[in-house]
């Protein structure tokens, strides 16, 4: 049965917070083709409250593929961070948006400061996560969490799965990877994709 991924986008979301997981997602659907293979392949899209356009925090610009009114079942949630978590932790609308489609998905996960999102909501409410480390202090001044981890790239409590900041998105979508499916088509995907990560300077510490 194929999975349907829905990605929450809203103004001012770090583009890479979802824009790493949806290259991982629909790398998958790229493999499945060059490998033949009879495993179903992903439904991947996006989602804001109204539809049409969403300015990012860096300036990228993405329609949407379906409003709060249009989007069909969701199995896996996204939520991205960026600053306009900020304004959207006390937005009624998202909150419920959140709320509802969380409670009928296989795995509800966050990237950076998402994660206030998912607590906010209800669906990390009491349950251990993480976010970008330069949030961590406000995310457990919260109080929301059960604890906020500063240590992992990603942590999984129940079906809820937060990753850190940024590019931490892309390792936890390759975890899941290896959960919707299996371990060797996540290494497959991250192969395909040449994510090897090697970062300049590190010696100049």
Request: hydrophobic share 45%; with cysteine.
């Amino acid at each position: 049965m194929t999975k349907s991924i829905g990605i929450l986008i809203f103004d001012d979301a770090e583009e890479l917070d979802f824009v790493g997981p949806w290259e991982v997602f629909t790398m998958v659907n790229a493999i499945i083709d060059f490998t033949q293979s009879s495993q179903p392949k992903l439904s991947v899209f996006t989602v804001s409250a109204k539809g049409g356009t969403t300015h990012c925090a860096k300036g990228l610009k993405v329609i949407a593929d379906h409003s709060f009114a249009t989007a069909p079942k969701i199995d896996v949630l996204l939520v991205p961070g960026g600053q306009g978590t900020r304004r959207l932790a006390d937005d009624a609308a998202h909150l419920a948006f959140i709320d509802k489609v969380a409670g009928g998905c296989e795995w509800v996960t966050s990237v950076c400061t998402g994660a206030m999102l998912l607590t906010a909501a209800g669906p990390a409410r009491g349950k251990i996560v993480t976010t970008h480390w330069a949030y961590i202090p406000q995310l457990r001044e919260r109080n929301e969490a059960k604890a906020v981890r500063d240590d992992v790239r990603y942590v999984r409590d129940g079906n809820v799965v937060t990753a850190a900041g940024v590019s931490a998105g892309i390792d936890m979508a390759l975890w899941l990877v290896g959960q919707l499916f299996d371990p060797d088509t996540a290494r497959l995907v991250q192969k395909g994709m040449e994510y090897d990560p090697a970062p300049p300077y590190q010696a100049a510490v």
